[in-house]
C-alpha cells in the first residue's frame, strides 16, 4: 500500500497550505467610546490570512507587542504550543490582555486556514445562539423606578436576561445609611474613573494617591451598611421588580468594597427578589468567603471576570464557594482556557456567564465558546447604546446581537470577513492615535523566559 499521501492531500479542502502557515507581522489600532477603550489586533500571515484579537478592555496595546518577536516565524495553527511558550507573560485582569488577544488570533487563522467555525473545533454547538445579557446603568440621582424603566427598555429590545448594578455607592447621599471610619466615604466619593500615568511628577503623586483609595481590599474599608441602608437597597429592588416584573432573571453586580458579612447582610435582604447572582461581592481570591457567602445566602455566587488561567478558577470550584463563573474571554487566555474553563466548571455542575465589555472581535470569540459549551447561561454586552458597534467589522449579520441573541454563521474562524477602517479612524482613542502604524520596533528582542532548567 502506498504511503505516499500526496494525491489525497491535493483533494483536501483547506483554505491554504496550514504546514506552511507562517506568522509575519502583528499590528495594533486602539478606539475608546465603544463604550470602553478597546483594543483591537491583527496578526498577518505569508498566505495573506489575517487573524483577529483584542486586549482586555482598559489595557495598553504593548501587552500584545512585547510578544511579538517570539511569534514571527511561528506556525499560527500550533495553538496550543504557542500558548504554552506564551502564557507565562499573562496575569491576571488585564495583565492577561497580549496573551488573550494572540490566542484568539491563532484561532482565527487557523479555523479560516481549514475552512471551518472555531465553535467546530470547540466540538460543535449546544445551542442555535448564544443568549446576551445586557449590563444597565442610569444616569443621575439613583432611583429603583427609573432603573426598572431602563430594564424594561432592554426587555423591550428583547433580551431576555438582566443586570444592574446594586452597590453602595446608590446611598453614600442617604443620612445613616453607611457606616465608616468618618470622612471616608466622602474620600470615596472623590474618587471617580480609571487614571491615566501622564502629567508632573507631583501630579503623578497625587493620582497614585487616588488610585490608593480605589484600590483598598473590601475586609479593610470597614463600611458596614445600616439598617436604614438595607432597608432603602431592599426598597431599590422592589421598586425595579415593580416595572420588570418578576419573571425575568436579575443579577447585580458592583456592591462597592464591603466585606463578606455586609454581602451577607444584603443578601439575605434581597434574596426575594429572585436575583439570578451576585457579583465580585469580595475579591475572586477569597476562597474561603465565597464558601461562607454562599453557604449563608440563597443567592446564586459569582465571579471571575480577572482570572487569568482555567486552573485558577479550580479552588473557588472546589470549596463550593460560587454557583456561576463569570471569565472574560480577554482575561482567561483566550478561546483555549475559556473553554477548559467551561468545561471545569460543569465538573462541578457549576454554570458559566462570559463577562464581556469589549468589540465584536471579543463578542464574537466568547460567543464561539459559549455556543460550544454545555453550561453557558448568557454572555455580557455593555456596547447596545453605542450605535458604530456593528459596523467595526464585516462578516457577521447586523445586528451582531439581535434581540437578545448572537447567531453564529458557518463561515470559518470568528467569521469576520474584514474590519471597517472608516470606523476605526472615526473612533482612535486620543491618547493612543495611529492605526495598524508599523511595530518593526518590536520585531527582534530576545529574552530568555523559559521558566524552569
Ligand atoms: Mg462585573
Redesign the pocket.
Known sequence: MSTDYTEALAHVNTASRPSDLRITDMKIADISGAPMHCIMLKLETNQGITGYGEVRDWSYKDYALMLKARLLGENPCEIDRIFRKIRQLGTHARGAGGVSAVEIALWDIAAKAYGVPIYQMLGGKHRDKVRVYCDTDIDGKPDGKRMGAALQARLDAGFTFLKMDLGIDLIYDVPGALSAPLGFVEQLKSVHGVGGYDGTIEERYEAHRRERLNTIEHPYTAIQITEKGLDWLEQYCADVRSVIGYEVPLAI??LGHIGVNEAIKLGRRIEKFNIAWM??AVPWMYTDQYRLLQQSIQIPVCTG?DIYLHENFKPLLESGGVQVI?PDILTVGGIGELKKTADLADEYHVAMAV?MAETPIAALAAAHVGIASVNLLAQEFHSFDVPWWNDLVEGPAKPIVDHGFITLSDAPGLGIESLNDEVIAEHLHPAVPGIWESTDAWNTRYVHDRIWS
Open positions: 453586580d458592583h457579583e465580585d471576570e463569570h463577562h
